[in-house]
């Protein structure tokens, strides 16, 4: 037995004036949103879950009640360490916030959350599961940044304000594996993303170009919702095969871990393709 912790990041947000909108109270899913939050859910709907956990924010509720939908009986609990990074850009317009900047850097309260702030409280809602949920399965709905510095983490990163500005988190409506054999043992790390490509340019009732709480990087770069890794642990697992049918991934080792191929934008890059965060 092993227990099986799937971290599973919103679906789009309506955000129609393109804004950073970090922490800030109803940001519900868009349409888009609520098709790719039906379909993870209907993905998991044979996953053996105990438990659901979600971050408080509505878009996060809102993709773990359709999740729930098909675990009729099964708690859903919000917790707060799964919100999204507090920053004081948030409300800000994406167009004013400066290119290359690093909301974990460019703080602009005292108490806006850097890198370290995030993982703290990441690993701590994991010691939390593993000792809650040992040999059962758990899905947490949780945020971009947060999502990606963890599976950096557990993948052997060093995570730095400017390693998450490449496009490494999980794309909306996908889900990052850490599978514990034992709760001491390393996590297999696996990312398994059933979501379409998505589209260069939104709808009215979308997202623009970016979202979420992480600014774009310095130098454009082209993405989409399956673009290639661009770290170095998951580099080494971007030729393990894709998962189109199933939940258990096969996952490729780096770093004495396992490796997630990850997609989509945690500090998404500049340019009109670039891929959401949030």
């Known amino acids: 037995m092993s227990t099986r ?16 909108y ?9 349409a888009r949103g609520r098709e790719q939050a039906q379909l993870i859910a209907e993905c ?25 939908a098909f ?32 909301f974990y850097v460019d703080r602009k309260h005292p108490d806006d959350e850097v890198v370290e702030d995030v993982l703290a409280r990441q690993q701590r809602l994991v010691r939390l599961l593993l000792r809650r949920h040992r040999d059962q399965a ?5 945020h971009a940044d947060p999502i990606a510095v963890l599976t950096l983490w557990a993948g052997g990163e060093t995570v730095t304000p400017k390693l998450l500005q490449e496009p490494l988190a999980p794309a909306r409506g996908a889900v990052v594996i850490f599978e514990y054999p034992t709760p001491d043992a390393l996590p297999i790390l696996s990312y398994w993303n059933p979501q379409p ?4 340019k939104h709808s009215a009732d979308g997202e623009a170009a970016y979202d979420g709480t992480s600014a ?25 095969p894709a998962t189109t049918g199933a939940v258990s991934a096969d996952p490729t080792r780096a770093n004495g871990h396992a490796a997630a191929p990850l997609t989509g934008g945690a500090n998404a890059p ?5 891929t959401p965060t949030g």
């Open 270 to 274: 500049a340019g009109p393709a670039a």
């Open 216 to 240: 774009p990087a310095a130098d454009a770069a082209p993405a989409d919702g399956n673009a290639a890794p661009a770290d170095a642990a998951a580099a080494a697992a971007a030729s393990a």
């Open 197 to 200: 490509p998505e589209p260069e």
């Open 44 to 68: 998991l709907a044979d996953e053996p879950v105990a438990a659901i956990y979600t971050s408080p924010l509505l878009r996060a509720r809102q993709t773990a009640l359709a999740i729930a």
């Open 71 to 102: 675990h009729p009986g099964v708690p859903v609990r919000r917790n707060a360490l799964l919100a999204e990074i507090r920053t004081g850009w948030q409300g800000t317009p994406n167009k004013e916030v400066p290119k290359g900047t690093s």
């Open 22 to 30: 970090g922490r800030l109270p109803r940001f519900r899913l868009s």
């Open 5 to 20: 912790l799937l971290f599973v990041r919103h679906a789009e947000v309506h955000n129609p004036r393109n804004v950073v």
């Open 138 to 142: 758990v899905v947490c709905v949780g």
